[in-house]
């Protein structure tokens, strides 16, 4: 990537415009009782721009869908979240969706959910890798986590809570468990399911202000 020179004005950089943040995406999805009537879908993402060290989670209930194309939401929801041209690495334990976006497969089945996340590609340069699911990455660890949270829920985690539990991931993201955010993670769903309506509690996380964020045009 080009190196620019940043410039500041009232807080803003003059090169905005032209820089190109790098992001890591982490998606995973879940689907219980995947091939059942009352089959229930969910997926969950961790999201990091690299350069301002900042998190973005994501957990979206995607109603009585496959685990295949829950798996393709996934990266689409993900890629949703950026308001500006970025350069991607993807990671997911689909195979299907790995394999299929790099030209491995052909895209036979699923078509409508296959145009929307070629439809989020635009505008980014992205390279998609596979990692084996379970095998103690931790970002992809916690995409699991809230993907089944929202599977289990029926609901989209509420955005108090998501930075509540980036807070608890941050704090993490260099150990080798997410055991606390797993832990909140658990209130929050226990929540979820014996209220009507969740309780949200606020939160932040500070990323470094000097560069535009992935996540705000």
């Given at each position: 990537m080009t190196a620019l020179k940043l410039v500041k004005d009232?807080?803003?950089?003059?090169?905005?415009?032209?820089y190109t943040p790098l992001v890591t995406i982490y998606a995973d999805a879940s689907c219980l009782?995947?091939?059942?009537?009352?089959q229930s879908a969910g997926c969950g993402a961790?999201?990091?721009d690299r350069n301002r060290m900042e998190l973005k989670l994501l957990a979206r209930y995607l109603g009585p869908l496959t685990n295949q194309q829950a798996e393709i939401l996934a990266c689409v929801k993900a890629l949703e979240e950026l308001r500006r041209p970025c350069r991607i690495e993807i990671f997911s334990d689909s195979r299907?969706?790995?394999?299929?976006?790099?030209g491995r497969n052909r895209?036979?089945?699923?078509?409508?959910?296959?145009g929307r996340l070629v439809e989020q590609t635009y505008g980014h340069h992205i390279t998609?890798?596979?990692v084996k699911g379970h095998d103690g990455l931790v970002f992809q660890e916690a995409a699991d986590r809230l993907a089944r949270a929202a599977s289990t829920a029926q609901t989209d985690l509420l955005s108090d809570d998501l930075e509540l539990?980036?807070?608890?991931?941050?704090?993490?993201?260099?150990?080798?468990?997410i055991r606390a955010f797993e832990i909140e993670l658990d209130k929050i769903i226990s929540r979820y399911t014996t209220?009507?309506?969740?309780?949200t509690s606020p939160s932040t996380f500070d990323g470094v202000a000097s560069l535009p964020s992935a996540f705000s045009a």
């Open positions: 009232n807080g803003r950089t003059d090169a905005g415009e032209a009782r995947n091939g059942s009537p009352d961790v999201i990091v299907y969706v790995i394999d299929t976006m790099k895209m036979k089945t699923n078509r409508p959910f296959w998609w890798r596979w539990l980036t807070e608890h991931l941050s704090n993490e993201s260099n150990q080798l468990n209220f009507d309506h969740p309780i």
